[in-house]
T-cell receptor, first 117, second 114 residues
Framework: AQTVTQSQPEMSVQEAETVTLSCTYDTSESDYYLFWYKQPPSRQMILVIRQEAYKQQNATENRFSVNFQKAAKSFSLKISDSQLGDAAMYFCAYRSVYAGNNRKLIWGLGTSLAVNP | KAGVTQTPRYLIKTRGQQVTLSCSPISGHRSVSWYQQTPGQGLQFLFEYFSETQRNKGNFPGRFSGRQFSNSRSEMNVSTLELGDSALYLC?????????????FGNGTRLTVT
């Protein structure tokens, strides 16, 4: 079974600085999807960025980018020019493409990010 | 376009009672998934519905059930509540069942069982 590990329960960053959140996963599959979601105090889970494993190019969405290392099974999220509104819980998630009918996401336990003014 | 709407936002129940949570997906979305979120276990998949049919179910006891209506709205029901059922229940919708379709989440229902 696949697992997702986020080894940093809490992190902090100064406003306007850059921070990197770590995510590793365990799988024997060769193709899959990876996601980063953000959960602010409002509790709504918001998609930040997604990566398809067969694409070697790292995904980028504005200030958010990933470092996808398939061989190392690592999927870290880099937030550039951090803003106060980036403060939230960040979750890494995995979706198999081989699970037949099952589209469920497998989640890490999250990293709480604080942004200091 | 309105987002995913979950009602109620908060619920307090006592052990042994049952509860029904509601989820209205984004207009046009036909897939609805439910997740349970707790501090210790994180997010765990409950089930997914598409076109009024349950497509997948997670590893939860039979006390957890759900359904989807013809307008894609979904409800989940938990019977004989236990203290361990206290959690944030999140509903997510997507337009279809393609693997690259991201999930759009609601604000969740916070259930407290006393």
């Amino acid at each position: 079974a696949q697992t997702v590990t986020q080894s940093q329960p809490e992190m902090s960053v100064q406003e306007a600085e850059t921070v990197t959140l770590s995510c590793t996963y365990d799988t024997s599959e060769s193709d899959y999807y990876l996601f980063w979601y953000k959960q602010p105090p409002s509790r709504q889970m918001i998609l930040v960025i997604r990566q398809e494993a067969y694409k070697q190019q790292n995904a980028t969405e504005n200030r958010f980018s990933v470092n996808f290392q398939k061989a190392a099974k690592s999927f870290s999220l880099k937030i550039s020019d951090s803003q106060l509104g980036d403060a939230a819980m960040y979750f890494c998630a995995y979706r198999s493409v081989y699970a037949g009918n099952n589209r469920k996401l497998i989640w890490g336990l999250g990293t709480s990010l604080a942004v200091n003014p | 376009k309105a987002g995913v709407t979950q009602t109620p936002r908060y619920l307090i129940k006592t052990r042994g009672q049952q509860v029904t949570l509601s989820c209205s997906p984004i207009s046009g979305h036909r897939s609805v998934s439910w997740y349970q979120q707790t501090p210790g276990q994180g997010l765990q998949f409950l089930f997914e519905y598409f076109s009024e049919t349950q497509r997948n179910k997670g590893n939860f006891p039979g006390r957890f059930s759900g359904r989807q209506f013809s307008n894609s709205r979904s409800e989940m029901n938990v019977s004989t509540l236990e203290l361990g059922d206290s959690a944030l229940y999140l509903c997510a919708s997507s337009p279809d069942r393609r693997l690259n379709s991201p999930l759009h989440f609601g604000n969740g229902t916070r259930l407290t069982v006393t």
